[in-house]
């Protein structure tokens, strides 16, 4: 039986953009969309803190310029396209599991187990 659990949204508009935000909904059910997103140099937020935790980066939730060179060098090892540019290919590897068979608190939180 589903659980109906009732998240406050709240509407802004700022300079013509419309952003909604999430009020009471946990860290990892707000973040769940991070694996379904694409994060490169400029990007800001929970979901680029999670890459900077998986990857063992300071954890600032601003992809600059350490966040990518770290994601080019991760992608490179991995054999994907080294663009710096955190997508579907690279979240497939940035979610593989750590420790065995289960996931970081970071990869849980990035959405990582809605991949497998």
Same mark, same amino acid.
């Given at each position: 039986?589903?659980?109906?659990?009732?998240?406050?949204?709240?509407?802004?508009?700022?300079?013509?953009?419309?952003?909604?935000?999430?009020?009471?909904?946990?860290?990892?059910?707000?973040?769940?969309?991070?694996?379904?997103?694409?994060?490169?140099?400029?990007? =800001?937020?929970?979901?680029?803190?999670?890459? +900077?935790?998986?990857?063992? !980066?300071? /954890? %600032? &939730? @601003?992809? #600059?310029?350490? =966040?990518?060179?770290?994601?080019?060098?991760? +992608?490179?090892?991995?054999? !994907?396209? /080294? %663009? &710096? @540019?955190? #997508?579907?290919? =690279?979240?497939?590897?940035?979610?593989?599991?750590?420790?065995?068979?289960?996931?970081?608190?970071?990869?849980?939180?990035?959405?990582?187990?809605?991949?497998?």
């Amino acid at each position: 039986m589903n659980k109906l659990i009732r998240i406050g949204l709240t509407a802004v508009a700022t300079a013509g953009v419309i952003g909604m935000s999430l009020g009471t909904a946990s860290a990892a059910n707000a973040a769940s969309g991070c694996v379904t997103s694409q994060f490169r140099q400029g990007s =800001t937020g929970n979901c680029v803190k999670y890459i +900077q935790q998986i990857q063992a !980066l300071p /954890a %600032d &939730g @601003i992809f #600059g310029p350490q =966040t990518k060179q770290n994601i080019v060098n991760f +992608q490179r090892s991995a054999g !994907l396209v /080294a %663009d &710096g @540019i955190v #997508g579907a290919n =690279t979240w497939k590897y940035l979610c593989v599991p750590l420790d065995g068979p289960s996931w970081s608190t970071a990869q849980k939180n990035a959405g990582c187990r809605s991949l497998y």
